[in-house]
């Protein structure tokens, strides 16, 4: 049943006032962002900041691992870390970036599809999806890699078969190609324009082949430059897929609830934290009529982008056992349930738009409030320890050593060693798994954003146990031991 007495008339020239939805903008990004910030997760970021430290240092360098392969990340990264200097703040800088680079094309797509309006809102949305922040806090490929693709929709969509629509295909294809080099997997959306090809339609054939004129203009631009220096113009590709060894399979229980590998995709989208009730909205907008709402005219575009989505979720999951069910790989298609959503809560009435956009980002803050902000706790009590005690060698786990290198290094200390410690030596280790000697400190987990609002509340004693955990522990305590003679 379609909610029609809901919806009112949006006039053509009719503009959503600027500065009071900025505001809003802002402030719910700056909210979204101090809930579910991580910052150093010591993992991938690890890995750009190496490539970016040999792009300044070692050029022209080709890459040595799949990750500093990621050429538009690390350039990226390599310019903000000239121009700042060694520092957490130029991670910081580099991931916000991407972050506002996203938000902003999602924006203008949903504003050119449907107004300015639906604009803000999709921005607001995408802003506060706990997918989008949770790599907005950190250095990560997968804000710039969906950034290109929205960005290659938004060209692509309604270019007719003319010069000026010849060049918006070639600029589309750029755009992909650079998708492509962020993460090999972006070639999966591409597949959703081959029905398109066959159909020659709402997009021209000719325009298609501009696309992939502009894609091979990227891609072969980026064999070139490897077979100048390696002479395997292939290098990358022979790179991404001989890291399977690599991939961590404990990924698909992240967040997820796997009951049965045929439906357990489409389980990431409607149970998961990374999306919260974004899908459920998306599918009631749809059911009530939002795709009717888009204007003819501006119907290519949407039509370009949800076949790119719908080929990226088929084909993960068509790909289950080669790749993992993470929900970063679902991020087109929740960034086109944002737009879905956007066009159809700018046309409710005023109380039913903002009771549903009051409901989706409070429960994205919520759920990212739950999350853990301090993944790699031992690793951070580590580095504590290591200034706590800076005359003595903190001896370690070597997998956290490793992680612990680069705030060592802004810390300035080396005071680090592979367990274990020497006799009457320190040892730091979760406390499940400290060795035998004596505790000389206790470094305990800190609580998530909600658990630390509840305890400054005093409301801790009412949280029951088996949440209580999750809320004020979240991580194991770390002990810093010294081990017996």
């Not at 020659?200 to 091979?216: F, H």
């Amino acid at each position: 049943m379609k909610m029609h007495h809901t919806f009112h008339r949006i006039d053509a020239n009719d503009r959503a006032r600027t500065l009071p939805w900025l505001l809003v903008l802002l402030a719910c990004a700056a909210a979204a962002l101090w809930i579910g910030w991580i910052g150093f997760e010591a993992s991938d970021d690890s890995l750009y900041w190496q490539g970016a430290m040999k792009v300044m240092t070692q050029p022209p360098f080709p890459g040595d691992n799949h990750w500093t392969t990621r050429f538009p990340l690390t350039l990226t990264f390599a310019a903000v870390l000239r121009a700042m200097g060694q520092g957490f703040a130029a991670f910081a800088v580099t991931a916000m970036i991407f972050y506002a680079a996203l938000v902003a094309v999602t924006g203008v797509f949903a504003a050119k599809v449907a107004g300015a309006l639906a604009g803000w809102i999709a921005a607001l949305l995408t802003a506060t999806l706990p997918v989008i922040v949770s790599h907005a806090t950190t250095v990560s490929v997968d804000l710039i890699e969906a950034a290109a693709l929205v960005l290659g929709v938004m060209l692509l969509g309604g270019a007719r078969a003319d010069r000026a629509g010849y060049l918006r295909g070639v600029a589309a294809g750029i755009a992909f190609g650079v998708a492509v080099l962020c993460r090999e997997t972006s070639v999966l959306p591409l597949v959703g324009l081959v029905p398109l090809f066959l159909l020659g339609r709402p997009v021209p054939r000719g325009v298609l082949i501009a696309v992939g004129v502009g894609v091979a203009v990227v891609l072969g631009g980026e064999a070139l430059y490897q077979w100048a220096l390696t002479g395997d113009p292939l290098r990358r590709y022979t790179i991404a897929f001989n890291h399977d060894d690599h991939i961590d399979r404990a990924a698909n229980m992240e967040g997820n609830f796997p009951l049965w590998p045929p439906i357990d995709p489409l389980l990431v989208l409607l149970i998961n934290d990374d999306f919260g009730l974004l899908f459920w909205i998306a599918g009631a907008a749809v059911g009530l009529g939002a795709w009717g709402l888009v204007p003819r005219e501006q119907c290519p575009r949407m039509v370009v982008l949800s076949a790119m989505a719908g080929a990226m979720f088929l084909l993960v999951a068509v790909l289950y056992g080669k790749l993992v069910l993470n929900p970063r790989y679902f991020t087109l298609p929740a960034l086109a349930a944002v737009v879905i959503v956007a066009v159809w809560v700018a046309r409710l009435s005023a109380v039913w738009r903002v009771m549903l956009l009051t409901v989706l980002v409070s429960s994205n803050l919520l759920l990212m409030g739950v999350g853990n902000a301090h993944p790699r706790w031992v690793m951070e009590a580590m580095v504590e320890a290591s200034a706590a005690h800076s005359h003595e060698v903190i001896a370690g786990d070597p997998q956290t050593v490793r992680r612990a290198l680069i705030p060592m290094l802004y810390a300035g200390r080396e005071n680090l060693r592979y367990a274990p410690a020497r006799p009457g030596g320190l040892e730091i280790a979760e406390a499940d798994h400290a060795p035998a000697g004596q505790v000389v400190a206790r470094y305990p987990s800190p609580p998530t954003r909600v658990g630390a609002i509840l305890r400054a509340l005093e409301l801790e004693p009412l949280v029951p146990g088996a949440v209580a955990r999750r809320m004020f522990a979240p991580s194991p305590e770390a002990v810093l031991v010294r081990r017996s003679s």
